[in-house]
């Protein structure tokens, strides 16, 4: 590994926290009083941009089964995961310490490898030449059978759950409510999932700048969670706090954990929140799967239009969806060349 180590830039700062359980609204996509979703979500929304969603139709036992899965994968060895290095497509496998999310704070990239399912769009399809369009790069299924059908059922289903919950979103932000379900937007979006593991033995701390993953916020519009019961999640409603206040998500059995992103952050003008989290790892093996759902490549992000008023224009000019990701994606992960030495 060559990334080069630095140094935490206020490592004082870092250990100057304090740490308490966090309280999350839960919505429930089973419940027919849709305003009182819409009101716990929007409250969340205001407050945090955290929540949990329950009764989201993804059965329990499939959820395992996908965690089992990407144990699966997890566990080959390193020669045989390299093989499916990530691409500038960003699909496949990042190793260890391939992510650096907080630099100031961080002595060296995450503890955690993962990897990326992309939208499967094939090689020789005019969209797939667009940044985060094209084929999937997949683990030989002589290697891990059935692996591919699992993951891309997995991503079908998620899909559904997060135009679900965008749906309550567009009421929460006085919008219509199919207004994110246009063609432009979610109807061809940019949907990656990702599995995570966090490894066994690594004990985060972050007066040395040791993180499971950095503090960060989400690039895109939602992702959705799923953790299994090890704990290790933490999110801080304000960034600028002196001591910073770290709050503990608990994993809810089966259930999604949704966050805002950063897009519908500055999308709202700011009137969503996009906050702050980290992983801390406990050194126990913890597994997620993260989804990250955004609009589609051509997407205009331009201030909506409940959220501006004479007094509260617009705070960022408009961009496209593809032209902000791939600068945030860019921002945060190794640069691909330094793995070709000594790679087939
Ligand atoms: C992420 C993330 C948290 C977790 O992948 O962006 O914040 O619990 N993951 O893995
Ligand atoms: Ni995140």
Redesign the pocket.
């Known amino acids: 590994m060559v990334m080069k180590p630095r140094a935490p830039a206020d490592a004082a700062a870092a250990v100057d926290e304090v740490i308490r359980p966090s309280r999350l609204n839960c919505i429930d996509l089973s419940s027919s009083d849709v305003r009182e979703s819409v009101s716990l979500l929007k409250q969340a929304c205001l407050d945090c941009g955290f929540f949990y969603v329950v009764n989201h139709g993804i059965s329990w036992e499939f959820m395992k089964e996908a965690f089992e899965q990407s144990k699966r994968f997890f566990d080959l060895p390193l020669s045989e995961k390299m093989r499916v290095l990530r691409n500038e497509k960003h699909r496949g496998y990042t190793p260890l310490l391939d992510e650096l999310?907080d630099p100031d704070n961080q002595l060296h990239g995450d503890y955690?490898e993962?990897y990326y399912i992309g939208v499967e769009v094939p090689e020789d399809d005019p969209e797939a030449n667009k940044p985060f369009y094209g084929p999937n790069v997949w683990p030989d299924s002589g290697v891990l059978p059935g692996w591919r059908e699992i993951m891309e059922k997995y991503h079908r289903e998620t899909l559904e759950v997060a135009r679900r919950v965008a749906r309550i979103i567009a009421l929460a932000l006085d919008l219509d409510i199919d207004f994110f379900d246009k063609p432009e937007m979610l109807g061809k979006p940019i949907a990656t999932l990702?599995l995570?593991r966090?490894g066994s033995g690594q004990i985060s701390d972050p007066s040395q700048g040791i993180f499971?993953?950095g503090a960060?916020s989400?690039y895109g519009l939602i992702?959705l969670?799923a953790?299994d019961d090890v704990p290790?999640?933490q999110i801080c409603k304000d960034r600028d706090a002196t001591p910073r206040i770290w709050e503990d998500v608990a994993p809810i059995k089966g259930a999604f954990?949704v966050?805002l992103g950063d897009m519908l952050e500055r999308w709202s003008n700011c009137i969503f929140k996009s906050t702050l989290?980290?992983?801390l790892g406990n050194g126990q093996e913890?597994y997620?799967i993260?989804y990250?759902m955004e609009p589609s490549h051509d997407c205009l992000v331009e201030c909506l239009p409940t959220c501006k008023s004479e007094k509260n224009p617009p705070m960022f000019p408009p961009i496209t969806c593809a032209t902000y990701l791939s600068q945030r994606y860019s921002d945060t992960h190794a640069d691909l060349t330094q793995y070709k030495t000594g790679q087939t």
Do not use: E, M, P, Q
């Open positions: 999310l955690k993962g990702r995570l966090y499971g993953a960060h989400d992702t969670l953790t290790g999640l954990i966050n989290h980290r992983v913890r997620s993260a990250f």
